[in-house]
């Protein structure tokens, strides 16, 4: 308590003048629905569907053959001779790892794309961002961390407006 006192009277010593916050204009962009509202990101999602889905299909019909393939070995082990029965464990742990690596090289590639197309999102909204900072006099906008808002902060209707302006 001691410390907020002097810390209090400091400011007012030093000529520190709260009416001057009076004047700040504040606003608030929620990125969350910026990243789910925005029509390019629309577009940038049927980009990666497009591009990506014929490979993810691909994998998803590898796993069911693994998958058959796991419970084929599993009824027929009994029948099967003892090298039979490695050679085929042995070609299902290689199919499984060639799955694998496939799962693995589809996933980095999908987020590399990923990235590259939000960070080209990003560079438009901020600008965009920039803009209507400039034009509304705004002397700080806040996006990530902020646990309240108030509505008449709130400028991300007005970013989504001219983002789907620019997208048409």
Not at 53 to 64: D, I, Q, V, Y
Request: no cysteine; net charge positive; glycine share 4%.
């Amino acid at each position: 308590m001691k410390k907020l006192v002097t810390i209090l009277v400091l400011l007012f010593s030093m000529g520190f003048n709260f009416s001057a916050w009076a004047d700040v204009k504040i606003g608030y962009v929620n990125m969350k629905r910026l990243l789910t509202e925005a029509p390019q990101i629309e577009a940038i999602n049927k980009r990666l569907h497009d591009r990506f889905n014929g490979p993810k299909t691909e994998l998803e019909s590898m796993a069911a053959a693994l998958q058959q393939q796991e419970k084929d070995l599993k009824r027929d082990a009994l029948l099967m001779t003892e090298s039979k029965l490695a050679g085929n464990k042995q070609k299902l742990m290689d199919d499984f790892k060639a799955f694998r690596e496939k799962e693995a090289q589809l996933g980095k590639e999908l987020q590399d794309v990923q990235n590259q197309e939000l960070s080209v999102f990003r560079d438009v909204a901020r600008d965009i961002l920039s803009k209507l900072a400039e034009e509304g006099k705004y002397d700080l906008i806040v996006s990530e961390g902020v646990i309240y808002a108030a509505d008449k902060i709130d400028i991300t209707n007005q970013i989504l407006d001219r983002l789907k302006k620019l997208a048409k």
